[in-house]
């Protein structure tokens, strides 16, 4: 399939012919064509593994390619490494963040540049990075330190350290998958603005809505190859969807009724601090009944990762009760909790969900490595020490079933997790906590970064966990999919609860209103409606 190309819109800024990449038992990329323009956004879609993050991986200069020729402004090129790659005006956001926790924002933005000195001028660093961070719409406080910040912030922070290095184009891979809907129009915005001043953007997206409101023009990639180029006016989700999967996809889950139980988790007067010294979680109180999932809405910051935290073991709360299963497991280790049922499919996946150097099978069974048939008491030793011996054998069958059943690619049980892309990484973190059988689950941002397919597919079996009788804490950024697959609406608003309902009951405008805190329903409607609903 020949290039695309914009006939009296000017020459592309980049140019890739022929861009063929192959790691062990997969073509990730297979004779792919992309020009990049200025003033443009190019949206690359496909479903995870399609190739589209080692393409852009090759342009920044942390792959090689095996075959294939990048041209910048008509002149070859070759990128050994992302400074060659920031060199030539090609800069990267990656899906999974690159900041050093323990520095603050400013040292992050100006890590690795000399302009400031050998002993950096931090308050003139920081007056160019507040300068910079207004010209595109952002408000980040450049003195704190990166684990202090939300998830939205710390993207922000990855764009601003890019765009600090005088790029001409912005890869952007996967940019809204932690951000929620006001903090995407802000991007938008910013990304309008960044056209305006004469860059190129390359938006990797698997939202599809997402994709139409923002790109110019549309490549789409399925199993490494092109399968479809086309301007925005052309799209709408049905066909890319069909284009990226290759068959139907249905955008919209019905969700069969269900029998609602006893309270599985009940949470009482719940505090809970954050890591920025403050109360993050206050005085929260609610319940989970067997069979029903319970969405979370709220901005990013606001408390619902500390309270799915605090309910997993995490972090110790200052007062409050968890009870899980009619037991009071509120000073329980993690261990415990695990036992009694409660599973957590974390929102930085790469950071606390999995053992990046660990094979794929060994983080499936990483939970349960302690039972048969996965390991075995070794004969001989003493009932004291109680050796055990792992059963690679039995680790790689269960692997490749669980491999087989949540549609991981490559479907390699033997590579590293940390190799995997961002959406099959996430689908081995979700198969790994719902093949448990735990009752109790705590999703936050399940679906980040999944295509459509694998979003669909775990939507599914959050909502089958439901109908089994599982009690489900949906936390997710995607105001559409809380709303979609929730029973029950819990919003949240600096920490405290402001309003609970039953999808369809209230309008969006209505819970934007409590997501920003300037609209509260009253106490006794809240309690209330633990009881009621």
Same mark, same amino acid.
Request: hydrophobic share 40%; proline share 5%; aromatic share 6%.
């Given at each position: 399939?020949?290039?695309?190309?914009?006939?009296?819109?000017?020459?592309?800024?980049?140019?890739?012919?022929?861009?063929?990449?192959?790691?062990?038992?997969?073509?990730?990329?297979?004779?792919?064509?992309?020009?990049?323009?200025?003033?443009?956004?190019?949206?690359?879609?496909?479903?995870?593994? !399609?190739?589209?993050?080692?393409?852009?991986?090759?342009?920044?200069?942390?792959?090689?390619?095996?075959?294939?020729?990048?041209?910048?402004?008509?002149?070859?090129?070759?990128?050994?490494?992302?400074?060659?790659?920031?060199?030539?005006?090609?800069?990267?956001?990656?899906?999974?963040?690159?900041?050093?926790?323990?520095?603050?924002?400013?040292?992050?933005?100006?890590?690795?540049? @000399?302009?400031?000195?050998?002993?950096?001028?931090?308050?003139?660093?920081?007056? &160019?990075?507040?300068?910079?961070?207004? &010209?595109?719409?952002? =408000?980040?406080?450049?003195?704190?330190?990166?684990?202090?910040?939300?998830?939205?912030?710390?993207?922000?922070?990855?764009?601003? @350290?890019?765009?600090?290095?005088?790029?001409?184009?912005?890869?952007?891979?996967? $940019?809204?998958?932690?951000?929620?809907?006001?903090?995407?129009?802000?991007?938008?915005?910013?990304?309008?603005?960044?056209?305006?001043?004469?860059?190129?953007?390359?938006?990797?997206?698997?939202?599809?809505?997402?994709?139409?409101?923002?790109?110019?023009?549309?490549?789409?990639?399925?199993?490494?190859?092109?399968?479809?180029?086309?301007?925005?006016?052309?799209?709408?989700?049905?066909?890319?969807?069909?284009?990226?999967?290759?068959?139907?996809?249905?955008?919209?889950?019905? @969700?069969? $009724?269900?029998?609602?139980?006893? $309270?599985?988790?009940?949470?009482?007067?719940?505090?809970?601090?954050?890591?920025?010294?403050?109360?993050?979680?206050?005085?929260?109180?609610?319940?989970?009944?067997?069979?029903?999932? #319970?969405?979370?809405?709220?901005? !990013?910051?606001?408390?619902?990762?500390?309270?799915?935290?605090?309910?997993?073991?995490?972090?110790?709360?200052?007062?409050?009760?968890?009870?899980?299963?009619?037991?009071?497991?509120?000073?329980?280790? /993690?261990?415990?909790? /695990?036992?009694?049922?409660?599973?957590?499919?974390?929102?930085?996946? #790469?950071?606390?969900?999995?053992?990046?150097?660990?094979?794929?099978?060994?983080?499936?069974?990483?939970?349960?490595?302690?039972?048969?048939?996965?390991?075995?008491?070794?004969?001989?030793?003493?009932?004291?020490?109680?050796?055990?011996?792992?059963?690679?054998?039995?680790?790689?069958?269960?692997?490749?079933?669980?491999?087989?059943?949540?549609?991981?690619?490559?479907?390699?049980?033997?590579?590293?997790?940390?190799?995997?892309?961002?959406?099959?990484?996430?689908?081995?973190?979700? !198969?790994?906590?719902?093949?448990?059988?735990?009752?109790?689950?705590?999703?936050?941002?399940?679906?980040?970064?999944?295509?459509?397919?694998?979003?669909?597919?775990?939507?599914?079996?959050?909502?089958?966990?439901?109908?089994?009788? =599982?009690?489900?804490?949906?936390?997710?950024?995607?105001?559409?999919?809380?709303?979609? /697959?929730? &029973?029950?609406?819990?919003?949240?608003?600096?920490?405290?609860?402001?309003?609970?309902?039953?999808?369809?009951?209230?309008?969006?405008?209505?819970?934007?209103?409590?997501?920003?805190? !300037?609209?509260?329903?009253?106490?006794?409607?809240?309690?209330?409606?633990?009881?009621?609903?």
């Amino acid at each position: 399939m020949p290039s695309e190309g914009r006939e009296g819109e000017g020459k592309p800024v980049v140019s890739m012919r022929g861009i063929v990449k192959v790691f062990p038992g997969v073509i990730a990329n297979d004779h792919i064509d992309l020009d990049i323009y200025p003033q443009e956004v190019v949206a690359l879609l496909g479903e995870n593994g !399609a190739g589209k993050t080692t393409l852009m991986n090759i342009l920044y200069g942390l792959y090689q390619p095996d075959e294939g020729v990048i041209e910048v402004n008509g002149r070859p090129v070759r990128f050994r490494s992302p400074r060659d790659a920031i060199e030539h005006g090609i800069g990267m956001v990656h899906q999974h963040f690159t900041l050093v926790d323990d520095m603050t924002v400013t040292e992050n933005v100006i890590l690795g540049l @000399k302009k400031y000195g050998l002993i950096p001028n931090m308050r003139k660093a920081a007056e &160019d990075i507040n300068k910079l961070a207004n &010209d595109v719409g952002f =408000k980040i406080p450049t003195n704190a330190y990166i684990w202090q910040l939300s998830a939205g912030e710390k993207q922000k922070v990855e764009i601003l @350290k890019a765009l600090f290095r005088n790029i001409s184009v912005l890869i952007l891979d996967e $940019p809204t998958s932690v951000l929620i809907p006001q903090e995407v129009e802000e991007l938008f915005n910013t990304i309008r603005k960044l056209k305006k001043k004469g860059l190129g953007v390359v938006f990797i997206s698997h939202k599809l809505q997402e994709v139409i409101e923002i790109a110019d023009r549309i490549v789409v990639l399925r199993k490494g190859k092109v399968v479809g180029r086309l301007k925005v006016t052309e799209a709408n989700p049905r066909f890319l969807a069909k284009l990226m999967v290759g068959r139907e996809v249905f955008l919209q889950i019905k @969700k069969p $009724p269900t029998r609602t139980g006893p $309270p599985y988790l009940e949470v009482k007067g719940l505090s809970v601090m954050g890591d920025k010294g403050l109360l993050a979680v206050k005085n929260v109180s609610f319940n989970i009944r067997s069979g029903e999932i #319970l969405g979370v809405a709220a901005v !990013a910051g606001n408390g619902q990762k500390e309270l799915a935290e605090t309910i997993y073991g995490l972090r110790k709360p200052l007062k409050g009760r968890i009870v899980i299963k009619g037991k009071d497991l509120t000073k329980s280790s /993690i261990a415990e909790r /695990i036992g009694r049922g409660v599973a957590l499919i974390p929102e930085e996946r #790469l950071r606390y969900g999995c053992l990046p150097r660990f094979s794929i099978a060994e983080n499936l069974v990483i939970e349960k490595v302690d039972e048969e048939p996965f390991s075995h008491i070794i004969p001989g030793v003493t009932d004291f020490l109680r050796l055990r011996e792992l059963n690679s054998t039995a680790m790689i069958e269960y692997a490749n079933k669980v491999i087989t059943k949540y549609n991981v690619y490559p479907p390699n049980p033997i590579l590293p997790a940390g190799k995997l892309s961002g959406g099959n990484l996430q689908k081995v973190m979700v !198969a790994r906590e719902l093949e448990r059988g735990s009752d109790i689950i705590l999703a936050v941002e399940p679906t980040a970064g999944l295509d459509v397919a694998a979003t669909e597919h775990v939507r599914k079996l959050l909502i089958n966990a439901r109908t089994e009788g =599982k009690a489900v804490l949906l936390v997710s950024s995607d105001l559409s999919e809380v709303l979609s /697959i929730s &029973d029950k609406v819990m919003v949240m608003y600096e920490g405290e609860i402001t309003g609970v309902f039953r999808p369809g009951e209230i309008d969006i405008e209505e819970i934007g209103l409590m997501m920003a805190g !300037a609209k509260r329903m009253p106490p006794e409607v809240i309690s209330r409606a633990w009881v009621t609903y």
